[in-house]
């Protein structure tokens, strides 16, 4: 059955491309085999087929079959159809490979796969690959996100979209309703960047607080990303690395903490013998009282009082 | 089971792909398109087959294949490849503009900011400066090419952008880099968070990945006889010796594709409650359960083989988290805060 409908699409294929008049359904069916007799089976079938041709990106056109009746006809022009000339060095097939295994989602990874066979197909010379070193660093991208696959289309077809959101520290949810420019991933995160409309400002949302599906509102071609939009420049300042504007002073154990050992001033404590004084920068007095708890008894804050008593009440946290 | 789709697709690629070629192995052709040589051999036939009837009738394609070899004397109208698709140039792009920037990292030159101490071992040897910058002149050379032939279709890969930490602030990525072309081994002083401690150990470089925004060693650690991954924002210092790397024959790459940390079932299993200030901490740790209760609270199950790490935890999230079992581990914590307030007073 699969098997059929392959050779059947595959057959349309190689008569449009061949062909420089549109040619009807019917001619199509007069040319290929495997389709049924009855009229609205084959209706139907031949519109599956044409929507299936055209998800490939196989770029169907229409037109009239010829200037005496209005029948629509159908061809592939075989300067859209064709992948322009292109030459891979091995050193370019190498790298190739590399870059055709970073996405790890498997949508993504099917296209990336895919568009590396094609170039692989045009290229005699990539078959060189053995002989070059491929670079010696492998990324990998994951998105694991159900956000990720209906905004990624959204941004690709530039159409806008609507969702859930549930923002870092809140507990009620707010609907929002994006123009995205770009989807952007940090420190391993994918972020979304683009106007909020009834924010009616830039907005970057962190993908794994949206909660519930993407839908979309409105036809592809609809969203217009603003000239000079940066998605990489919103996310960085959105997300922006916190100034250590702080300084604690801490008695610390000379054999532990190694991290505020290694990143502190440190000073040896004549008083407590067995104990070092380390003056070390933070940004986020929360954080860091949590952090500095994770030490235990291996740490005391001596200064700034907050920040001292933020650990103790951590630690009682910690009793209950 | 592949669909008709997929395997159109993969159909469109392949005939070019020979006739490209004209003759081509049987076993080299079936490794490049991921398939098995009978899977191949059913691809063919059913090019071979396609028939046109009307308005003559005659068959488009013609191939044979014998002797572990295949060949195309007639592939028509799609003896060449179809476009890039939007997704495909897209996806494409966007990984090698990561691998890109990733590459840049390993770069000899970009050492010089670094620390002395880290010092370039390459430096003196043109050898390994060129080819790293054929790497990434490759990959620069790559994209070019790409971004030419998918034309409109790779538009949209401008909207999505990968921004990767750069490993600390030395040369710490170009030194292992060098260290990986040379083929020689290292000493690495790695912190582990954890327990809070520097480790000292030699390692045999096998690649650099990076992973979720992190760069990462990974290599045959001969402290722990088997394969390790070291993410270099912790490597305190690297020693390049003068050594070959030996990585063992049988040494398997980790499975970075199911994920980096991949926790064994003869780990201790903790279960945690997290209250809704800490749910945070369910998203950014690979649990294994995660059960919601109510109010937004959490109970998650973590592997871990490493309880040090899991009473730091307790201590950091304080009245947001609460240890349910194991009764021990709940105990330790308490134990721990205790003797660390005793000390305030």
Same mark, same amino acid.
């Given at each position: ?24 359904? $019917?001619? #199509? ?10 009229? $609205? ?23 009239? /079959? ?22 891979? $060095? ?15 989602? /498997? ?24 002989? /070059? ?29 609507? *969702? ?5 520290? +809140? ?29 009616? /400002?830039?907005?970057? *949302? ?25 998605? +990489? ?24 903490? *190694? ?35 994770? *030490? ?5 804050? #001596? $200064? ?17 | 089971?592949? %669909? ?24 080299? %052709? ?83 900011? &670094? ?59 170009? %030194? ?26 030699? @390692? ?8 979720? &925004? ?32 030996? @990585? ?13 940390? %991949? ?15 800490? !749910? ?15 109010? &937004? !609270? ?24 609460? @240890? ?22």
């Amino acid at each position: 059955m699969s098997k059929r409908r392959t050779e059947r699409l595959l057959s349309i294929v190689v008569l449009l491309l061949s062909s420089r008049r549109y040619l009807t359904a $019917e001619q #199509i069916r007069a040319a290929v085999s495997g389709y049924p007799d009855e009229q $609205e089976a084959f209706k139907r079938m031949f519109e599956r087929d044409k929507e299936e041709l055209r998800d490939l990106g196989i770029p169907l056109e229409t037109g009239r /079959a010829s200037q005496f009746d209005d029948d629509l006809g159908y061809r592939i022009s075989r300067q859209d159809y064709e992948l322009p000339e292109i030459h891979l $060095e091995p050193d370019e097939a190498a790298v190739l490979g590399i870059a055709s295994r970073v996405w790890q989602s /498997a949508e993504l990874a099917g296209a990336a796969t895919g568009a590396a066979l094609k170039l692989r197909a045009a290229s005699r010379e990539a078959d060189g690959e053995s002989r /070059a070193t491929p670079p010696g660093i492998q990324p990998r991208l994951t998105t694991q996100e159900p956000a990720f696959g209906p905004l990624w289309e959204a941004v690709r077809d530039r159409r806008p979209v609507t *969702f859930d959101h549930l923002a870092s520290g +809140r507990s009620e949810v707010t609907k929002r309703t994006l123009e995205p420019w770009g989807v952007v991933n940090r420190h391993g995160r994918w972020y979304v960047a683009g106007h909020d409309r009834a924010r009616n /400002a830039p907005r970057v *949302f962190r993908l794994s607080r949206i909660t519930g599906p993407v839908k979309f509102a409105g036809p592809p071609g609809s969203v217009k990303v603003p000239d000079g939009a940066d998605v +990489r420049e919103l996310v960085k300042d959105w997300d922006k690395p916190l100034t250590r504007d702080h300084t604690a002073t801490l008695r610390v154990r000379a054999d532990a903490g *190694f991290a505020l050992h290694r990143w502190g001033r440190v000073e040896q404590d004549a008083a407590h013998p067995g104990w070092d004084r380390i003056t070390i920068d933070y940004s986020d007095p929360d954080w860091y009282a949590r952090y500095l708890a994770s *030490f235990g008894p291996d740490v005391i804050v #001596i $200064e700034p009082p907050e920040l001292r008593e933020a650990v103790i009440r951590q630690l009682k946290g910690a009793l209950t | 089971m592949v %669909t008709s789709a997929e395997r159109l697709r993969r159909l469109l690629a392949l005939v070019p792909y020979v006739a490209t070629r004209r003759v081509v192995g049987l076993a080299e %052709t079936a490794a490049t398109f991921g398939m098995s040589e009978r899977e191949l051999i059913d691809d063919l036939n059913l090019v071979w087959c396609v028939e046109l009837r009307a308005p003559e009738p005659y068959c488009p394609i013609d191939l044979s294949y014998e002797d572990g070899e295949i060949s195309i004397s007639q592939a028509e109208s799609i003896a060449r490849p179809l476009r890039l698709a939007a997704d495909e140039a897209s996806a494409l792009l966007v990984a090698l503009r990561m691998l890109a920037e990733a590459a840049s990292f390993g770069r000899p030159s970009d050492s010089n900011h &670094g620390d002395p101490n880290h010092g370039d071992p390459n430096r003196g040897d043109p050898n390994h400066g060129d080819s790293d910058h054929g790497d990434s002149d490759a990959v620069a050379r790559l994209i070019a090419k790409i971004e030419a032939a998918a034309g409109a279709a790779g538009a949209a890969s401008s909207q999505a952008a990968i921004l990767i930490e750069r490993p600390n602030a030395g040369g710490m990525a170009a %030194t292992l880099s060098g260290a990986l072309a040379a083929g020689r081994r290292v000493h690495l002083r790695y912190y582990v968070p954890s327990r809070d401690e520097a480790t000292e150990r030699d @390692v045999d470089p096998m690649r650099l990945l990076v992973v979720e &925004g992190r760069t990462y060693l990974e290599g045959w650690c001969r402290r722990a006889e088997g394969v390790r991954t070291f993410r270099l924002d912790r490597v305190v210092s690297v020693d390049v010796l003068d050594m070959p790397a030996e @990585v063992p024959e049988d040494a398997e790459p980790s499975d970075v594709d199911g994920g980096l940390f %991949t926790a064994s079932p003869s780990d201790l299993l903790a279960e945690i409650e997290l209250a809704p200030a800490a !749910r945070w901490f369910a998203e950014s740790t690979p649990c294994e359960s995660v059960t919601e209760l109510p109010d &937004g !609270r959490l109970r998650i199950g973590l592997r871990t083989p490493d309880t040090t790490w899991l009473r730091r935890l307790a201590l950091r999230l304080g009245e947001d988290a609460r @240890v349910v079992a194991p009764a021990e581990l709940a105990d330790e914590v308490r134990a721990t805060a205790a003797a660390a307030l005793a000390q305030y007073e």
